[in-house]
């Protein structure tokens, strides 16, 4: 069984940065597209990006070059980089591991960001 836990949050200032990471169990986490998402309250979940099994990276908008994310397949593990956060980040991160059309998801970890 696909299992997926993040870690990392916490409560960081503004301008302050935090990573993310997501360590995978029961699979090999080489064979799948590998994403980040969030969710503010009272707000869905929105993409904040991936990374494919051939290392293409994709980022929304609001966290382009602010964000990275990366891969390390050998320890079937993802990681989100956050620089630079602002209040707006705050959410619940959630991590995605996609393939062939079935989606596995983490538990979350939160993120807040004080102004």
């Known amino acids: 069984q696909v299992q997926l836990v993040e870690s990392g949050g916490g409560l960081v200032q503004t301008g302050e940065s935090l990573r993310l990471s997501c360590a995978a169990s029961?699979?090999?986490?080489?064979?799948?597209?590998m994403g980040w998402y969030r969710q503010a309250p009272g707000k869905q979940r929105d993409l904040v990006a991936t990374?494919?099994?051939?290392?293409?990276?994709y980022y929304a908008d609001s966290v382009k070059g602010r964000f990275t994310i990366s891969r390390a397949n050998a320890k079937n593990t993802v990681y989100l980089q956050m620089n630079s956060l602002k209040p707006e980040d705050a959410a619940v991160y959630y991590c995605?591991?996609?393939?062939?059309?079935?989606?596995?998801w983490g538990q979350g970890t939160q993120v807040t960001v004080s102004s």
């Open positions: 990374i494919t099994t051939g290392s293409s990276t």
């Open positions: 029961g699979t090999f986490i080489g064979v799948y597209t």
């Open positions: 995605n591991a996609r393939r062939e059309f079935r989606d596995y």
